[in-house]
């Protein structure tokens, strides 16, 4: 017998707009049941046996420490104007279409994913960036972004619908489809409704064009038209004053599992409307990854989608930056390192089935590279990472993944271990003044820090991630439905 409490309990726990036992089902097999009410009455009531959980249900869970951003915490960039909409790709009700229109004059820089089996707009994209100028005089002057279907293992039937929706979208704003970049996450292996997505451009490049296209509200609705299995849309902005010109920087990203980088494994986009020499750009997209997106990683999976472009839209009047070295350079990356850092700790944060945000930090190797390899060992431990979920400070897991790292002439009576203050490990054995308790104190916070000294040199690095749950196994087992 079911308890009628229990199920108001539940639903009740639910956003307003799915409470209600017929949002919780899309597939119901029922058989009759008795109910008994929170007054003791008993009454009788059709209630699901089998069913498919749909999405609304499926990712009911917290991020950690990550809340939905503010419209007042962002900045609109000029030169970039944004329309979102509903074309149906995977899902009724939902937007799921982004379009950025750049003005003429923006530079585009971009890294993808290093995954041999990359998507076809990712293929497409790279094509473009490295011919849009020499063909046009241009440029790149649009992206466009759809969810719910990734256009990945689909063949040469998804490089032609990359080229047929990067051909669509031209015609509706005036530009070479070699001008337009294509980009999609979602289900892997499965056709691109391009039929959809033509249907759906007219109206939105229409939108492209109204009053609203340049705010900073339409930023926050792109942030929630990429998103999959995300819980929270992903926005940031900051701004820097360069030879007393206001810059701004916004940015947005999606992902919350196949995440591991090498390039980072997720779609971020970031624009600034500071004047950036464009020869400089691919260097700043590339050490903007290496210090944020390629720094994050939640179950080690590499995405055959992920991209992450920066724009420079060149409208702030400030003189042109050719150097990061310059202090005008040094001030502009620091508001560009910001927003990429807090978009990719923002990716953890929201990580499928996450409860604990973990940093991990290796000092004292001779190379950033080394300490790089051991912080990306631990972090893709399932024993370490389950232990964080379960608070559990069997910390011999750590102690092993640093052995079997790679580093060829490790001396293990050289670690040192810390979880936060608590100082666990020293010259590779337990300190006698260590307490278990101390480390299951520290276990049981929603946010972390792992050191690792390796007593060989002064070089370090750092990586962050997340615990793993029983939740994540359950939605990766249900994504697709």
Known sequence: MLHGVAIMHMLRSLPQEHQSLTSLCEEVHGCRAKIRCGNGAIRPMIVPVLF????????????????????????????????????????AHRKDLTLFVLDDGAAVAGVFTQNRYCAAPVQVSREHLAQAAEVTGQGIRAFIINTGNANAGTGEA???????????????????????????????????????????????????????????????????????????????????TIEGKAVHVSGIS????????????MLGFVATDAVVAPELLPQLVRQLADESFNRVTIDGDTSTNDSFVLV????????????????????LYAALRAVAQ?????????????????????????????????????????????????????????????GYAGIADLDQHRI?????DVHVVQDGGRRAEYREEDGQRVMAQAEITIRVDLGRGDAEDTVWTCDLSHDYVSINADYRS
């Open 312 to 331: 420079a839209t060149h409208q702030a009047g400030n003189a042109p930056i050719t150097s990061l070295e310059s202090s005008e350079g040094r001030a």
């Open 416 to 420: 040192a271990l810390y979880l936060d």
């Open 254 to 265: 999606k992902g919350a599992g196949m995440i591991r980088p090498n390039m980072a494994t």
């Open 52 to 91: 498919r959980v749909s999405t609304p249900f499926k990712r009911c869970f917290v991020p950690v420490n990550l809340s939905v951003p503010e419209v007042s915490d962002l900045l609109a960039v000029a030169g970039v104007r944004i329309a979102v909409a509903e074309a149906g790709i995977r899902k």
């Open 342 to 402: 807090q978009l990719a700790h923002a990716i953890v944060r929201d990580g499928e089935g996450a409860t604990k945000f973990i940093t991990i930090r290796i000092t004292g190797a001779k190379t950033s590279a080394e300490a790089a390899q051991v912080a990306y060992s631990i972090a893709h431990s399932p024993l370490v990472k389950t232990a964080f979920f379960a608070s559990d400070p069997n910390l011999g897991r750590i102690l092993a993944a640093v």
């Open 158 to 240: 998804g490089l032609r619908h990359a080229h047929q929706t990067a051909a669509a979208v031209a015609t509706q704003l005036g530009l070479e489809p070699v001008q337009v970049l294509p980009f999609s996450t979602g289900v892997i292996m499965e056709p691109l409704p391009v039929d959809r997505i033509e249907a759906a451009l007219p109206a939105l490049a229409q939108q492209a064009q109204d009053g609203e296209a340049g705010s900073a509200a339409r930023w926050l609705q792109a942030a929630q038209g990429i998103m999959t299995t995300d819980t929270v849309p992903k926005a940031a902005s900051a701004s820097a």
